[in-house]
């Protein structure tokens, strides 16, 4: 049974979404900085549903007015990372939330492999289920290249 | 893409669409514009709350001018490109460079050229970082910040530094040059600085000069003027100029003129201040007198003419 059968990653708000178009992402933007949200990019070539946490791409944008300086960040990113999964963080810093309150997908490879089960006989007749990532198989700088 | 089955929250919503050649705005009078945007206002406003700076005033005028005139094109489906609107201000120390600078954040949000008109001030230290690598992501944070609105960059030739070769200034002009090339939309860049020494920043960096479109310089206020300004100074901080005492002061203002180091309404301000000095340590010494609120708000003539200024030119 396929379980994602667009063959996309759905991590986040708006991912089972065709992909935001940049009007959209600076729409989501600028609602994330009117509550006052401090926006990161970040980026990663292993979308394990554990990993958690992404490579930052630069600081942090805390003090912002307007999404054009966060939009210049993600377009920064883009060409420096056309193939790997790119997202938008929004942090709130009020006090006892402090933490990420929105996160989207806004970059993706042409060509997601998805995940496989693999299942480990463990004790007799017991199994452990793990999921694994087929990009991983393949060493960092091929993974997504074609 | 086809049109989105979906709607994001936050999303204006899709207008009808509507037949090629139709116009999208209604107005079509430069009247029409100038309701719509309040941009009378801010003109009523400027003449009354800035003395003198008549040309500053003309250019700000001629750029609301222009953006008027483009939305009526735009309504007209007439391709209309945004104007560079980058400035340097230029004039003598107190000229007002900072306060007008202040302001055309604001005027130009109202015109609608800017989005969110804020502004972002710096000096140097802001730019430029002290160590190699520094620079870049210093700049960029702060122009970052500044998008959609203004970047006004206070004594902007100390950014460039000719005695040190290895000096980082460099590095943040070029950052700096780029952005105000590509993003012109975004946000509007203002230098200001003191006339000779801007000049020849222009001078040594011509791509800058170039990517400027509005050079504007500031006069120095005449004497009736800057009297005029002390009395809105005081009026702001609820003191008037007692019996005599403003013609006192135009006196002073005449003789604190011709020294050096003038620095137009700085001094204007430093000069009523010493003289709030000297009328608190003059109500201060009369221990039993019971003050009232006019007594507590008036500068006499005595308080202004103990200046140093009326000693030194009568020895």
């Known amino acids: ?146 | 893409m086809p049109k989105s089955m979906y709607a994001i929250p936050g999303a204006p919503v899709p207008k009808p669409e509507t037949p090629a050649g139709a116009v999208a705005g209604s107005a079509r009078t430069v009247g029409e514009v100038l309701a719509e945007s309040q941009v009378e206002a801010v003109f009523e406003e400027l003449d009354r709350d800035l003395v003198g700076l008549a040309p500053v005033k003309q250019r700000i005028r001629d750029i609301a001018a222009l953006l008027v005139i483009d939305k009526l094109r735009m309504n007209l489906g007439l391709a209309a490109q945004a104007p560079s609107l980058h400035m340097s201000f230029t004039g003598n120390p107190g000229t007002g460079k900072t306060t007008v600078a202040m302001r055309m954040a604001q005027i130009l949000h109202r015109l609608g050229y800017v989005r969110k008109g804020h502004l972002v001030a710096v000096t140097r230290d802001d730019l430029v970082g002290q160590y190699i690598g520094h620079t870049a992501p210093k700049t960029k944070e702060v122009l970052k910040k500044a998008m959609g609105g203004v970047l006004f960059i206070d004594e902007a030739y100390y950014l460039y530094r000719p005695e040190n070769e290895r000096d980082y200034g460099q590095e943040a002009i070029e950052i700096l040059l780029q952005v105000m090339e590509n993003q012109r939309d975004d946000l509007v860049v203002i230098l200001a600085g003191y006339k000779d020494r801007m000049d020849t920043f222009f001078q040594s960096n011509p791509g800058l000069s170039s990517r400027i479109a509005h050079h504007i310089d500031f006069p120095d206020y005449a004497v009736a003027e800057l009297l005029q300004i002390s009395e809105r100074m005081l009026q702001a901080q609820h003191y008037h100029f007692g019996k005599g005492a403003a013609e006192v002061f135009e006196r002073y203002l005449n003789l604190r003129v011709a020294q050096p180091h003038f620095a137009n309404a700085r001094s204007v301000r430093n000069a009523l201040d010493r003289a709030r000095l000297r009328q608190a340590s003059r109500l201060f010494a009369e221990r039993d007198r019971v003050l009232g609120a006019d007594d507590l708000s008036t500068l006499t003539p005595q308080d202004i003419l103990a200046s140093r200024v009326f000693q030194t030119s009568n020895p």
């Not at chain 1, 989501?28 to 949200?37: A, F, M, P, S, V």
């Not at chain 1, 920064?76 to 990420?100: G, L, Q, W």
């Not at chain 1, 793990?130 to 393949?138: E, I, Q």
Request: proline fraction near 6%; glycine fraction near 6%.
């Open chain 1, 1 to 146: 049974m396929m379980t994602n059968p667009t063959g996309r990653i759905t991590q986040g708000q708006f991912s089972f979404l065709p992909d935001l178009t940049d009007a959209e992402i600076t729409l989501q933007i600028e609602y994330g900085l009117r509550k006052g949200y401090a926006w990161s990019v970040e980026y990663t070539d292993d979308p394990h549903p554990r990993n958690t946490y992404w490579e930052m791409f630069g600081m942090p944008m805390f003090d912002l007015a307007d999404a054009a300086g966060v939009m210049l960040e993600l377009q920064n990113c883009r060409k420096t990372f056309p193939n790997h999964y790119i997202r938008m963080m929004a942090f709130d810093s009020t006090r006892n939330v402090e933490t990420i309150v929105m996160s989207f997908i806004v970059n993706r490879p042409a060509n997601e492999p998805g995940f496989g089960l693999v299942r480990q006989e463990v004790n007799g007749r017991s199994v452990h289920y793990t999921v694994h990532s087929y990009a991983t198989d393949k060493p960092e700088s091929e993974r997504y290249s074609g």
